[in-house]
């Protein structure tokens, strides 16, 4: 099992950047591909981007292309989602989302979640 902690989350005016962290658990060896979602009240959730476990393949929601970077940190157990240009609308949840084996925007790909930082942008 993968405890996924996603940290980072806050308040900020349009037009600003915020980095979230999404912490997995130590100790896990199996291969993942780490995502994140999010979700305002009454929507579903959305994809936003994806991490393969080497780093190397990354993939992006249209709406967040050329504002948002995922990456790996320094161990395979961090996550990064650099959040530039930020605009009301990117106002939601955030969740770290793991998934054994190749995964890519679906929801039901993933089996492991955390439980979501709140991230506001005003403006």
């Known amino acids: 099992h993968v405890r996924l902690v996603e940290s980072g989350g806050g308040t900020v005016q349009a037009g600003d950047s915020l980095r979230l962290s999404c912490a997995a658990s130590e100790g896990s060896d199996s291969p993942y591909d780490t995502a994140w979602f999010r979700q305002v009240p009454g929507k579903a959730r959305e994809f936003v981007a994806v991490?393969?476990?080497?780093?190397?393949?990354?993939l992006y929601a249209d709406s967040v292309k050329g504002r948002f970077t995922i990456s790996r940190g320094e161990t395979k157990y961090l996550v990064y989602l650099h959040m530039a240009n930020l605009r009301p609308d990117d106002s939601a949840v955030y969740y770290c989302?793991?998934?054994?084996?190749?995964?890519?925007?679906?929801?039901?790909?993933?089996?492991?979640w955390g439980q979501g930082t709140q991230v506001t942008v005003s403006g």
């Open positions: 991490i393969s476990y080497s780093g190397l393949s990354t």
């Open positions: 989302a793991a998934s054994v084996g190749r995964a890519f925007m679906g929801e039901h790909e993933y089996d492991y």
